[in-house]
């Protein structure tokens, strides 16, 4: 049942997304291009992919994407920059508690500045864990547990201001704790991000392989 909480929620988000121009930029996240284009295109899950700018450059790239957001207005966006790039996307509006996706169907996920409320974070890695196929690959970036202090001395920077809903290295270890770890680092970067991710911040990245068996 949604609560108070989870409709201010969302509609901060459409708010933010209803505003003219992209709140995040069109360009994908640097790390998510590095990575996604090592790899050969297959299905692809994008949680929280609000206005598409990654989602969009997956399906450049010849990716199968099916993207998902809470957010409406994101998903306007997100198909407006899709038809601007001569691409297709299927885009699902929901809270990701409530969608169902099949077992063992997508050959990668990328989840790029997903940041979910602490009491969801583990039940969302484990289904999403179950929805990626052995083998399959998951490309992480979000805000990591020492993003607090760049926020407050750079409030551009963005990112959730509550700690549990930041990530770190030992939470991922846990969560994906068969994975081959092919990346895991808390690092700092300078986000040139849109409106919303510019300056110095902490990031945890994470690239993991699912086991075969
Ligand atoms: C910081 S934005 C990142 C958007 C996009 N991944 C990007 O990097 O441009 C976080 C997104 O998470 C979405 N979100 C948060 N909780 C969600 C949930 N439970 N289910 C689906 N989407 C959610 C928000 O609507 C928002 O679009």
Redesign the pocket.
């Known amino acids: 049942m949604e609560t108070n909480w989870d409709t201010q929620?969302?509609n901060m988000?459409d708010e933010?997304?209803q505003k003219q121009g992209f709140?995040?930029g069109k360009a994908p996240?640097v790390f998510f291009k590095e990575w996604l284009s090592k790899f050969n295109p297959g299905s692809l899950l994008?949680?929280?992919?609000?206005?598409?700018?990654?989602g969009v450059f997956a399906a450049e790239l010849g990716w199968q994407v099916t993207a998902?957001?809470?957010?409406k207005e994101?998903k306007t966006k997100a198909l407006q920059l899709a038809a601007e790039q001569g691409v297709k996307l299927d885009y699902l509006v929901?809270?990701?508690?409530e969608?169902e996706f099949a077992p063992a169907s997508f050959d990668a996920i990328g989840l790029?500045?997903?940041?979910?409320?602490p009491e969801?974070k583990a039940a969302?890695h484990q289904r999403l864990s179950e929805c990626l196929k052995p083998g399959g690959i998951i490309i992480l970036e979000a805000f990591g547990k020492n993003h607090l202090e760049y926020r407050q001395q750079n409030p551009k920077v963005?990112?959730p201001g509550i700690a549990e809903m930041l990530y770190s290295e030992e939470e991922i270890r846990a969560d994906f704790k068969d994975y081959e770890m092919i990346k895991l680092t808390e690092e700092e970067v300078t986000l040139n991000?849109?409106r919303?991710?510019n300056g110095k911040g902490s990031v945890v990245r994470f690239v993991g392989r699912k086991p075969v068996n």
């Open positions: 929620y969302k988000w933010r997304y709140a995040y996240n994008m949680p929280a992919d609000g206005e598409g700018r990654n998902f957001d809470l957010s994101g929901g809270d990701f508690a969608l790029i500045y997903a940041h979910f409320a969801k969302f963005g990112g991000e849109g919303h991710h």
